[in-house]
């Protein structure tokens, strides 16, 4: 997979871009596993089968949930970009037009 590999020499970077980088390759690999559980569980004609798969889908949620908690703490950037975005009710597209200035452009 082409998120495990880096695109500089390791030793050109930082601490927090390699622990930045695992997370987020972490992170992708979650919401990947997610779809995958869904997609067999849309699959599958078997009741059974389909409650564990959308219970592992549900575990590997959290699992994302709390990859992007840890990127929300240890990353300005992405903290207000999440304050910004996240649990708000508007037009998503709305609010982004709002917080840039852009309104009706």
Do not use: C
Not at 5 to 12: E, S, T
Not at 13 to 30: P, V
């Amino acid at each position: 997979m082409s998120s495990e590999a880096l695109h500089v020499p390791r030793d050109k970077l930082s601490r927090k871009t390699l622990e930045m980088h695992y997370a987020i390759t972490s992170l992708m690999e979650e919401l990947e596993a997610i779809d995958w559980y869904r997609q067999r569980a849309d699959d599958t004609e078997d009741q059974e089968l389909k409650k564990i798969l959308l219970h592992n889908a549900r575990e590997e949620l959290e699992h994302a949930s709390m990859v992007l908690e840890w990127m929300r703490r240890n990353d300005a950037e992405v903290h207000e970009q999440l304050k910004e975005y996240l649990f708000t009710e508007q037009s998503i597209t709305g609010r982004e037009e709002e917080a840039s200035g852009k309104h009706g452009l």
